[in-house]
């Protein structure tokens, strides 16, 4: 059975860094593209950052040179490195297998970006 | 960035009725490889979102089959033939074929 399962979030003041992890079962999450999407709170949802099977990494403009995707394949675990938090990345935050197609989702992990 | 449009932003059906969502992109989805890469998803209350349609009209493994997915180019629709109380949520479309993707506002479904 597939299975994500984030953690890692919680209350950090602004220009505060934060590791976000989600541990994957059921699948090899390098052999996937694997994803983050965020959802501030009463708001729709936001595609955040991406990594490919071959190790490529995307991020979207709001979170470039900010934010770090990676994967530690021995651990079958997605990892979401944040740095230089904002009051506006205030959100949960939910990874998800695929790139757009995004089949499996965990339950997510709340941020907050507060003082 | 594409942007995605979604009409109506909330939607109030009888049980039983059909719905329909419309969802337009800013920009022709339709990718060189002949694939348009047009993706719906729900959010029910309390949860995480869930695919429902890939590729414009693909259901995802164990979606009822009264939902379906139409359009090509810009201009997409998914409609739930009949609709059920387990349908309430958010329904999201999203655009796969250039980075970033993009999500829709969402439509709101509620039972009358």
């Known amino acids: 059975e597939v299975q994500l399962v984030e953690s890692g979030g919680g209350l950090i003041q602004p220009g505060g860094s934060l590791r976000l992890s989600c541990a994957a079962s059921?699948?090899?999450?390098?052999?996937?593209?694997m994803s983050w999407v965020r959802q501030a709170p009463g708001k729709g949802l936001e595609w955040v950052s991406v990594i490919y099977s071959g190790g490529s990494t995307y991020y979207a403009d709001s979170v470039k040179g900010r934010f770090t995707i990676s994967r530690d394949n021995s651990k079958n675990t997605l990892y979401l490195q944040m740095n230089s938090l904002r009051a506006e990345d205030t959100a949960v935050y939910y990874c998800a297998r695929g790139r757009y197609s995004l089949d499996y989702w965990g339950q997510g992990t709340l941020v907050t970006v507060s003082s | 960035d594409i942007v995605m449009t979604q009409t109506p932003l909330s939607l109030s059906v009888t049980p039983g009725q059909p719905a329909s969502i419309s969802c337009k992109s800013s920009?022709?989805?339709?990718?060189?490889?002949?694939?348009?890469?047009l993706y719906w998803y729900l959010q029910k209350p309390g949860q995480s979102p869930q695919l429902l349609i890939y590729e414009v009209s693909s259901r995802f493994s164990g979606v009822p089959d009264r939902f379906s997915g139409s359009g090509s180019g810009t201009d997409f629709t998914l409609k739930i033939s009949r609709v059920e109380a387990e349908d309430v949520g958010v329904y999201y479309c999203m655009q796969g074929i250039h980075l970033p993707g993009t999500f829709g506002q969402g439509t709101k479904v509620e039972i009358k």
């Open positions: 920009q022709s989805l339709l990718h060189s490889d002949g694939k348009t890469y």
């Open positions: 059921g699948f090899t999450v390098s052999s996937n593209y």
